[in-house]
């Protein structure tokens, strides 16, 4: 059952402390994302990955570091930093090529700081 | 700045009714997506048309797009409660392999 998994699912953190999401995806696709949505907002993009070893910045990239080790896997760790982290966070994947293809999402993270 | 932006914001309406959602975005583009999201949950690719199509159909799905106006429909016909749901577009700048999102219209099918 092919897909893309975020854990967990509710997450609650104290002011100081760094916190990780976790985003697994089984569907073999070389790019994925990570977004931020707040009430009633749209998407904005924190960081994004076309292939493994590699990720650039999003537009909303401050207080917040990921890694790309595994083609499956791409985590995201929100900092200290990071001074409103209380939101909804959704994962993406997709196929590198061409541009602009369909994105699949997880089910969503949502992050309450204390 | 947001790529698309979504009107109306909200839109309620009968069931069985037609539900109309615009788009309009600022740069040119290779393809424009739409896509569902169900409260709290993931977002659902609905359909993308190509920068060169000009009318797309899946389902009860009619989306239109004028790059001439830069702006985009998705038209929903004969909708059912389980419709109720936000509904985004998504471009892709044209040069990127990112989305840019806009900040969505919230349907409500009443029953």
């Known amino acids: 059952d092919g897909g893309i998994t975020q854990s967990p699912k509710y997450l609650f953190r104290k002011e100081g402390q760094n916190v990780t999401l976790s985003c697994e995806q089984n569907?073999?696709?070389?790019?994925m994302y990570w977004y931020r949505q707040d009430p009633g907002q749209g998407l904005r993009l924190i960081y994004y990955?076309?292939?493994?070893?590699?990720?650039q910045k999003g537009d909303i990239a401050e207080g917040y570091s990921v890694s790309r080790e595994k083609k499956e896997s791409f985590p995201l760790t929100v900092t200290s930093a990071q001074k409103n982290p209380t939101a909804f966070y959704l994962c993406?994947?997709?196929?590198?090529?061409?541009?602009?293809?369909?994105?699949?999402f997880g089910p969503g993270t949502r992050l309450t700081v204390l | 700045s947001q790529q698309g932006e979504e009107d109306p914001q909200a839109l309620s309406i009968q069931e069985g009714e037609n539900a109309t959602m615009n788009c309009s975005y600022k740069?040119?583009?290779?393809?424009l997506q739409w896509y569902r999201q169900n409260s709290g949950r993931g977002l659902v690719h609905l359909i993308l048309i190509r920068s060169n199509e000009r009318e797309k159909h899946s389902g009860r799905l009619r989306v239109t797009l004028d790059t001439s106006k830069k702006s985009s429909s998705l038209l929903i016909t004969a909708s059912r409660a389980a419709d109720t749901a936000s509904y985004f577009c998504a471009t892709d700048g044209g040069s990127s392999y990112k989305l840019i999102f806009g900040s969505g219209t919230r349907l409500l099918v009443r029953p």
């Open positions: 990955s076309q292939i493994v070893n590699d990720f």
């Open positions: 740069t040119s583009i290779n393809n």
């Open positions: 569907l073999n696709h070389d790019a």
């Open positions: 993406a994947s997709s196929t590198r090529a061409p541009r602009g293809n369909e994105q699949f």
